[in-house]
């Protein structure tokens, strides 16, 4: 018998390290307040283990580096844009690749020439910018997740799979006003839970049947083609690659940033068949992104994502990423800390709603538990709940469906000893929830509100020692 190891471990070792730093709780009091209780304007040099997000925030491979001194900085048909071409066509198969500085990028050009006023674009759960570019256009950005999804504590395998009955009943109402649909893979506002091959083909008859065009946002694409491998029965086994060219053989056309499954600090793609919508986007590109063979990007970022989009499906890679976070959710179910269950690809969320059921929607109870995260154990984490979702394009507010707060794990980054030490700083603040006062906001700007609003513990004090 061969040597069978328990340990997942981490599938690279470290050849370039940076410090991080630790703070007193009277230094991060202070930090807190000088950033008004907002994570997004904390200095990240005050933060010991940044969980604020995996976008962007990865460990490139010595593959990468060295793919980058290789890169073509010439304006046009630089050999670096065809590596990218090549990467992106040997996973997604659709035919036209616009490269983009960032997944935002993508979609404001994909919906420039594809939404206008009034037009309804579903999607299983629009991520915040796509939502916000959505609306941009004067349009309806609609969330269609399974009911499943919108209840933290139920275990279901696919809960980012979209109700493909309310789309069919959508379509057969509207059709005139829905110009294409969206799939997000992962469901990141919805938990970073995975969508089914069953459940896209599912969503892709529909399209078919009333002619829509579908779209995958493929930010995630190869996390939820691992989670299809070791849940969709019929894919048990076969390799990420496979299951990801499966999924992408289901869509007209994708938006990606490669700052998720890209394995990349920068960058992003908008992928189609349709050759008079490839000709409307690049000519929106070359005015605000640059020339087709590179769309805001230096040669060697091309370079960094033609390699990533392979390593990001590298099965010991995927094992060890989603190993983490579902190990880090094993701890915090042992001591009754409650999570979205089960453990999201790129992120475990816990369930702020559940966890501080003293404090109303409208006093943000995720945001507070991030606030105390960084308090007491100098983590960053971000609130995905009212503050994030809560405004209304009309000026109103809100309760969001759900409270989450959500740790999001940058790739090849943090190792095990961090994953414990998180474990414990949880585990503390979980010991003392009681004391964790709500927040109100003090000043906000009229959209996406969560990136600049100042907000302020009620009753002066977040946590009371
Ligand atoms: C990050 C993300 C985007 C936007 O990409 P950026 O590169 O941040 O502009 C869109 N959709 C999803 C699901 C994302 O996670």
């Given at each position: 018998m061969t040597f069978q190891p328990h340990t997942i471990i981490e599938p690279f070792r470290i050849k370039s390290v940076e410090p991080i730093r630790q703070t007193t709780r009277a230094e991060r009091a202070a930090a807190l307040e000088a950033a008004h209780y907002n994570?997004?304007?904390?200095?990240?040099?005050?933060?010991?283990?940044?969980?604020?997000?995996?976008s962007g925030t990865g460990a490139m491979s010595s593959a990468q580096w060295a793919g980058m001194m290789r890169g073509d900085e010439s304006y046009a048909g630089a050999d670096s844009w065809y590596r990218f071409e090549d990467a992106v066509r040997r996973i997604t198969g659709l035919t036209h690749v616009i490269p983009t500085h960032q997944g935002r990028a993508a979609e404001r050009i994909l919906f420039g020439a594809t939404v206008s006023a009034g037009d309804i674009v579903p999607n299983n759960t629009h991520f915040d910018t796509t939502r916000a570019n959505i609306e941009a256009r004067g349009a309806t950005a609609l969330d269609l997740p399974i009911p499943e999804g919108r209840q933290p504590s139920l275990q279901h395998p696919?809960?980012?799979?979209?109700d493909v009955a309310a789309l069919e009943h959508l379509l057969a109402t509207d059709r005139a006003r829905v110009p294409l649909v969206m799939m997000t893979v992962t469901n990141n506002s919805g938990g970073g839970q995975p969508v089914s091959l069953a459940n896209l083909r599912a969503v892709r008859a529909v399209c078919r049947q009333y002619g829509v065009p579908l779209f995958l946002d493929a930010c995630r694409f190869a996390e939820n083609a691992w989670f299809i491998r070791e849940r969709e029965g019929d894919w048990a086994g076969r390799s990420p690659r496979d299951i990801a060219q499966a999924m992408f053989a289901e869509v007209d056309g994708a938006t990606m940033s490669a700052k998720k499954d890209g394995m990349a600090n920068i960058g992003g793609f908008l992928a189609m068949h349709d050759d008079d919508l490839a000709r409307r986007c690049r000519d929106a590109l070359i005015l605000t992104e640059g020339f087709p063979t590179y769309g805001g990007l230096a040669g060697y970022d091309l370079e960094a994502i033609a390699v990533g989009l392979d390593e990001a499906l590298d099965e010991d890679y995927l094992r060890y990423r989603i190993r983490s976070v579902a190990y880090l959710g094993d701890r915090l179910r042992q001591v009754g800390i409650p999570i979205m269950e089960p453990p999201g690809g790129h992120a475990l969320y816990i369930d702020a709603a559940a966890l501080l059921p003293h404090i109303p929607a409208l006093e943000y109870p995720a945001w507070a538990l991030s606030a105390a995260l960084y308090l007491e154990g100098g983590v960053r984490s971000v609130e995905i709940g009212s503050v994030m979702f809560g405004q209304q394009p009309d000026g109103s507010e809100r309760a969001a469906s759900m409270e989450l707060v959500r740790l999001a794990f940058p790739r090849r980054v943090y190792t095990q000893s961090h994953v414990d030490y998180l474990a414990e700083v949880l585990t503390y603040v979980h010991g003392r929830r009681d004391r964790i006062r709500g927040m109100r906001i003090t000043s906000q700007p009229?959209?996406?509100?969560?990136?600049?609003a100042h907000l302020a513990p009620i009753g002066g004090t977040l946590l009371a020692l």
């Open positions: 994570l997004f304007l904390l200095r990240a040099r005050d933060v010991l283990i940044d969980l604020l997000t995996d696919f809960k980012g799979n979209m009229p959209a996406l509100r969560h990136f600049s």
